[in-house]
Each structure stands twice: as structure tokens, then as C-alpha cells.
């Protein structure tokens, strides 16, 4: 196919009819230290396959993959094992598709696992329904907002301060556009999550409360105080989940009163990947469900009476009224969503259960033996499989120093909360099945070592 470009009378003419001045007026929204003012100083302008191959090669042998240095990152995306019958069977064709199918009715393998993909995820969120997937956790986050104040008709949201700060930005820059009005005040380095606060909020304007579950600092609070609290003013309960793991070993926020639970399902199927393609969770009860964004696969019969699968719901954009639509999110992932639901398949519930439990035994080994780090002391009194650290000095630095080392630490609260003086010191720990002893002590040893 040639590539026929714009003529300069199509672009007047498109920005004519949008009301823009020129093409720079569209980048009005981005920040002037953002934008580039000319070519990117020090790239070739040219270069032959063969050379191009070798450069990127040698700038790829500059990370540290996660499986080649001992490794507790987390804040949001988890190594795990990944069973290599994965990805051997998300490449059959009948399944293979990165994509969401546009004659859906053709594309029965892909609807019957989206099918199976939406009764996993709705048991394991302890709700009725859940839809195909979505984009990611955060953007999850924004929608369920979204859908609560379609259905309590209120523009008010309040975030935990145990919200991962990815998803309070994302939340905040969507609510620029809607009018929603957002409360939200970063952490403290405390033992308990905010539970207790956030029902002290909430008043006959709220529209929900979003809480996080285990939070951004690893800790778990019973949440069914909190949905009483909410339900009595008419709002509803928003909980995000960031680790799906944990829910093999702790109670799931629909049985706790959730109305809306959303997150993030890269830790079941999906490889860390440098942050993405990932995986957005939704469900939610059934009496909300045509307030629901995305679509929604259903088993049907057809006219010989034979099983089959169809899309059920898909109030998005493409397919109805714009101004009738739920969402703008236009597709699942769809290649995501179908390994979260092999590997999940393949865990079976006892193997879950069984995973949970190796994550939470390992995550205490360490905590206990961090514990004993001179200039460490372990905040959380509860926790699945990560856990928030205070250090003596700036856990920013040390985490660099550790990394040179060929040791990633964990992730600094420095960086997700820049400017947060009172945070400095706060690093977060996550301990996966993938964590052996023997890394444990390196990351003992070499806290010690930066911190004398």
C-alpha cells in the first residue's frame, strides 16, 4: 500500500473545521519541557541493518533482566513464574490474537476464552460479572470512577492515600476533562492503611471511594467496615487490586462489600515486559453491569441448537451512540487476557491457593531478616507478598548504589512520591516465588553495606 501523504490544503482544511490555529496548537496540552525542539542530539541520521542490529544489541546488554540479579521490585508489577505451557498455547491459532475480534461471532475460540477469562476473574474479584478485560490496572481505575458517578449521578471521589500514585495521576488528568472532583493526599509511613479516615470522609456528595487492596505500602485492612460506611450515603466502593496473587491467600473485596472491583492482572500470564502491554481487571455486580465499560463475551445456542459464544455487551463508542457509550476504551487485551487465563487455568484453585501461600511464607522470611538490619525497621503489621521498609538516609540512593552492585533493591518511595520529603526514607519490598535464600541475604548484606 503507498503512503499518500497530507496535501497542505487537507491540513487547513482539518484544522479549519476543529477550530485550530496550526498543528502545533494540538500539542497545546503538553508541557514545553516535554517537547522537542529540533532533531535529538547525538542520533545518526542513517544507519545499515547490520550496524543498527549491533548498536541495539550492545544497549540492550545494559539491563539487568529480572531473572539475572537477585530482584524485590514490585509497586504494581510482579515476576513470576511463568509455566513455559503458556506461551505454547496462546500461540494456537484458534486463540492468537493480540486484538479484539470485529466479526466476533467467527472468532469462537477467542470468544469462549474470554468467556472462561471473565468467570475467573469475577470469582477471583468476588463478583457477579466481570467484562473482557481492559487496558491496564489504571485505566481500570479511572473507569470504575467513571461508572459510579453514572449510577449515583455524584462527582466526587475519594482516593486512598494507599492508591498507587500511577493510578491517582491517571485518575486525575481523566477527571481534567469530566469535571469530576478528586480527594486525595499522599501516604504516611504508618502500620495501618486509611480505613478509618476514608469512612470519615464520605458525605451525601460522594460518588465512591477508591481504595486499593493490599495498598500501595503492602498493607491489608478489612474493608467491610468501610463499605457499610459508603453504602449508608448512597456511594459506592471502588477496589483495586495490583496483585492478583494475593487473592489465593486473602479475602476477596466483593465479599467484603465492594461494589466495583478493578486491577491489574499482569502478575498471572504476563512478563514484566519494561511496563507493558498489561492487563486491566473490571467486575462488578450484576445490577450494574450495563453500566459497565468493555465488552462482554456470553454463551448462547445457535440455531441448531449447538453451544456457541457471542458478544453479550459492548456498550463502547464503535458499536452505539457516542454520547450512549460507557467508555472510550474501544478493545481488550486480548492476548494478555488470554494468558492470565491459562496460567490461571493451569494453577488450577488449589495450585493458587498453594502459590499464595509460598509468596506470603518467603515475603516473611525476609521481613524477619530485614528486620535485623541495623537502620531498618519494617512498617506493616500486615502484608501478602511486599512490604514497606524505613531506612536511615535516602532510599533512593541506596537503591542505586545497590543496583550498580547487580542487587535491585526494591522500589524507593522517593521515586513514586518526588518531593515527598517525609518519604524518603521508605522503600518497598516484594518477595515473589522466584526469591531464594540465598537473595534474601544478598539484599540483607547489602542494605548493611549501605547503610554503615
Known sequence: MRYLPLTEADRSAMLERIGASSVDALFADVPETARLAGPVEGLPGHAGEMAVERHMTRLATQNASAGSVPFFLGAGAYRHHVPASVDHLIQRGEFLTAYTPYQPEIAQGTLQMLFEFQTQVARLLGCDVANASMYDGSTACWEAIAMAGRITRRKKAILSSGLHPHYVATVETMARFTGDAIHYA??????????????????????????????????????????????????????????????????????????????????????????????????TREKYVRQMPGRLAGETVD?????????????????????????????????????????????????????AAENHRLACLAADRLARVPGVSIINTSFFNEFALRIDGDARQVVRDLAAKG?????????????????????????????????????AAGLEEALA
Open 407 to 443: 542487587l535491585l533493591a526494591g522500589v524507593s518511595l522517593g521515586r513514586l512520591y518526588p518531593g515527598q520529603s517525609d518519604l524518603a526514607g521508605g522503600l518497598l519490598v516484594a518477595v515473589t516465588e522466584t526469591v531464594e535464600q540465598e537473595d534474601i541475604e544478598a539484599l
Open 186 to 283: 499522599p501516604p504516611a509511613l504508618v502500620a495501618e492503611p486509611d480505613i478509618e479516615a476514608l469512612a470519615a470522609q464520605v458525605d451525601q456528595e460522594t460518588g465512591c471511594v477508591v481504595v486499593q487492596y493490599p495498598d500501595i505500602l503492602g498493607r491489608i485492612g478489612d474493608l467491610s467496615a468501610l463499605a457499610e460506611a459508603v453504602h449508608d450515603v448512597g456511594a459506592l466502593l471502588v477496589a483495586v487490586v495490583t496483585e492478583p496473587v494475593a487473592l489465593g491467600a486473602i479475602r476477596s473485596p466483593g465479599a467484603m462489600g465492594a461494589d466495583i472491583v478493578v486491577g491489574e492482572g499482569q502478575s498471572l500470564g504476563v512478563g514484566l515486559q519494561f511496563g507493558g502491554p498489561y492487563l486491566g481487571l473490571f467486575a
Open 303 to 355: 440455531a441448531a441448537g449447538r453451544r456457541g459464544f457471542v458478544l453479550t455487551l459492548s456498550t463502547r463508542e464503535q458499536h452505539i451512540r457516542r454520547e450512549k457509550a460507557t467508555s472510550n476504551i474501544c478493545t481488550n487485551s486480548g492476548l494478555c487476557a488470554l494468558a492470565f487465563s491459562v496460567h490461571l487455568t493451569l494453577l488450577g484453585e488449589k495450585g493458587l491457593r498453594a502459590l
